[in-house]
């Protein structure tokens, strides 16, 4: 049985691709253990998966992240990206890479599949390929990774389409990774060298596109940015199917969504959420007196708070939830208003939905842009909209169906790729049958080829 490590920050949005995928390898007859924080550890073992936990120095609980970060929702801006770059990825790395030198003392794995924000891995998949296992990176957020064709990642700068856009873009990168940002590189290079790594000859943005075998995109070609310079080794293979899902059973309004009015759809995600003020509630307001049903999720927060904040009393077109059952209620949805979690758009666009998004923090901004110059929704340009805007920006979606159009033929896109988790196992099989004699300090690993059933088709690599 072939064993693989699968690795992930403690973020919601990161984690469950990551257990989604370790489902499938399972289902194909694979061994997989997971790293990662103690808060997801029961999704881990009810997946049937091994669960590892991170060191406690570097686990923090992702719906507090104020604990870890104080002060953290005053901050804006670059600066607000520089302490989040560093205290959520520069910080933990010498925690994660400790963690799993002692996996891998201890078991013997015929590979290692990363988040690509797992920074731990970084002193590892930056050796030679023949010195190691395998290592494959799967990323759940948009491509971060500098090019002459985008601008830097976080300046939400549109695709440049000439020459002098693409020098305005070497430039702004030349000066933001020399300037405001240089902290960044400084404190990666601080942890490297506190587990005795040297200094990384590339930038904290591309590191993860150039140090790995493979790295897929969990989303789809065109929802991203074209990029001439992007290595062939990075694939879009599309976000994970979530075919394992168990139903946990429908609200009793369900009946409702029958009522021949449109439905929509509003959340803040499970990781900006401690304000519900933010989105949900304008949501709420803004459409308490349209001829539409609307169906908002707290993502956990209590839906008291929800009620408190709307002076003690929903609408009567109002439903609230502290979770929905997203693979029932989004096919029956006219439009999703969302804070732009690179997750729930993905959901959305394989619904077919167009989207309206309000993101201002960590990634959402830039996942926003894209939605917006991908045809599939509306950018609201704030994480903060007034009620007005977003009756506004609904109404237009409902009135005018180019962007369920374009959401749709995204749909059909994302439809037409393979499963991803067949494409990592087939990269899987490649790749430890490549490397069957590599030095890795561990017994020899396993070869592999694609399984006839689950279970099935594991060579010994003696033949």
């Given at each position: 049985?072939?064993?693989?490590?699968?690795?992930?920050?403690?973020?919601?949005?990161?984690?469950?691709?990551?257990?989604?995928?370790?489902?499938?390898?399972?289902?194909?007859?694979?061994?997989?253990?997971v790293?990662?924080?103690?808060?997801?550890?029961?999704?881990?073992?009810?997946?049937?998966?091994?669960?590892?936990?991170?060191?406690?120095?570097?686990?923090?609980?992702?719906?507090?992240?104020?604990?870890?970060?104080?002060?953290?929702?005053?901050?804006?801006?670059?600066?607000?990206?520089?302490?989040?770059?560093?205290?959520?990825?520069?910080?933990?790395?010498?925690?994660q890479?400790?963690?799993?030198?002692?996996l891998?003392?201890?078991?013997?794995?015929?590979?290692?599949?990363?988040?690509?924000?797992?920074?731990?891995l970084?002193?590892?998949?930056?050796?030679?390929?023949?010195?190691?296992?395998?290592?494959?990176?799967?990323?759940?957020?948009?491509?971060?990774?500098?090019?002459?064709?985008?601008?830097?990642?976080?300046?939400?700068?549109?695709?440049?389409?000439?020459?002098?856009?693409?020098?305005?873009?070497?430039?702004?990168?030349?000066?933001l990774?020399?300037?405001?940002?240089?902290?960044?590189?400084?404190?990666?290079?601080?942890?490297?060298?506190?587990?005795?790594?040297?200094?990384?000859?590339?930038?904290?943005?591309?590191?993860?596109?150039?140090?790995?075998?493979?790295?897929?995109?969990?989303?789809?070609?065109?929802?991203?940015?074209?990029?001439?310079?992007?290595?062939?080794?990075?694939?879009?293979?599309?976000?994970?199917?979530?075919?394992?899902?168990?139903?946990?059973?429908?609200?009793?309004?369900?009946?409702?969504?029958?009522?021949?009015?449109?439905?929509?759809?509003?959340?803040?995600?499970?990781?900006?959420?401690?304000?519900?003020?933010?989105?949900?509630?304008?949501?709420?307001?803004?459409?308490?007196?349209?001829?539409?049903?609307?169906?908002?999720?707290?993502?956990?927060?209590?839906?008291?708070?929800?009620?408190?904040?709307?002076?003690?009393?929903?609408?009567?077109?109002?439903?609230?939830?502290?979770?929905?059952?997203?693979?029932?209620?989004?096919?029956?949805?006219?439009?999703?208003?969302?804070?732009?979690?690179?997750?729930g758009?993905?959901?959305?666009?394989?619904?077919?939905?167009?989207?309206?998004?309000?993101?201002?923090?960590?990634?959402?901004?830039?996942?926003?842009?894209?939605?917006?110059?991908?045809?599939?929704?509306?950018?609201?340009?704030?994480?903060?909209?007034?009620?007005?805007?977003?009756?506004?920006?609904?109404?237009?979606?409902?009135?005018?169906?180019?962007?369920?159009?374009?959401?749709?033929?995204?749909?059909?896109?994302?439809?037409?790729?393979?499963?991803?988790?067949d494409?990592?196992?087939?990269?899987?099989?490649e790749?430890?049958?490549a490397?069957?004699?590599?030095?890795?300090?561990?017994?020899?690993?396993?070869?592999?080829?694609?399984?006839?059933?689950?279970?099935?088709?594991?060579?010994?690599?003696?033949?």
């Open positions: 049985m072939p064993s693989f490590l699968l690795c992930a920050p403690p973020m919601h949005g990161h984690v469950m691709p990551v257990i989604e995928l370790g489902r499938g390898l399972l289902s194909r007859g694979a061994d997989v253990t790293l990662t924080g103690r808060r997801y550890e029961d999704a881990v073992l009810r997946s049937g998966l091994t669960f590892a936990p991170l060191p406690a120095e570097v686990d923090y609980d992702d719906s507090d992240l104020e604990a870890w970060l104080p002060g953290r929702g005053a901050i804006k801006g670059l600066a607000a990206m520089r302490r989040e770059m560093i205290g959520m990825f520069a910080r933990v790395l010498p925690g890479w400790r963690a799993v030198q002692a891998l003392a201890a078991h013997r794995f015929d590979g290692i599949i990363g988040d690509a924000t797992f920074t731990g970084a002193p590892y998949s930056s050796r030679p390929a023949a010195e190691r296992l395998p290592v494959i990176g799967v990323s759940p957020i948009p491509v971060v990774m500098t090019s002459v064709d985008t601008g830097p990642f976080g300046l939400v700068l549109a695709p440049a389409k000439t020459a002098v856009g693409r020098l305005r873009n070497r430039a702004l990168t030349s000066f990774l020399r300037g405001p940002l240089r902290p960044i590189g400084i404190a990666v290079d601080e942890a490297l060298a506190e587990v005795g790594e040297p200094p990384t000859t590339v930038s904290f943005y591309d590191h993860p596109y150039v140090s790995y075998d493979r790295l897929f995109q969990l989303s789809i070609a065109e929802l991203e940015y074209p990029r001439r310079d992007l290595p062939d080794t990075v694939r879009f293979v599309g976000p994970m199917r979530h075919r394992h899902r168990v139903s946990t059973g429908v609200p009793g309004w369900w009946a409702d969504l029958d009522s021949g009015r449109p439905v929509v759809h509003v959340s803040q995600g499970t990781m900006d959420n401690r304000d519900l003020g933010r989105v949900i509630v304008p949501t709420l307001r803004a459409l308490a007196d349209e001829d539409v049903l609307v169906v908002a999720a707290t993502g956990g927060r209590p839906v008291d708070d929800v009620v408190r904040a709307m002076g003690g009393r929903l609408p009567a077109n109002a439903r609230v939830e502290e979770y929905v059952p997203y693979d029932e209620l989004l096919p029956r949805c006219a439009v999703f208003v969302t804070n732009g979690g690179f997750g758009v993905q959901r959305a666009i394989a619904a077919g939905l167009p989207l309206v998004v309000a993101g201002a923090t960590e990634d959402k901004p830039e996942i926003a842009a894209r939605v917006q110059w991908a045809g599939c929704g509306i950018d609201l340009r704030t994480g903060t909209p007034t009620p007005e805007q977003v009756r506004g920006a609904v109404r237009r979606v409902l009135a005018d169906d180019r962007t369920r159009r374009g959401s749709e033929f995204l749909r059909d896109r994302m439809n037409a790729l393979p499963d991803p988790v494409v990592i196992w087939d990269t899987l099989a790749l430890t049958t490397g069957s004699s590599r030095g890795t300090g561990q017994q020899e690993p396993t070869a592999m080829r694609r399984p006839i059933g689950p279970g099935e088709g594991w060579d010994s690599g003696l033949a």
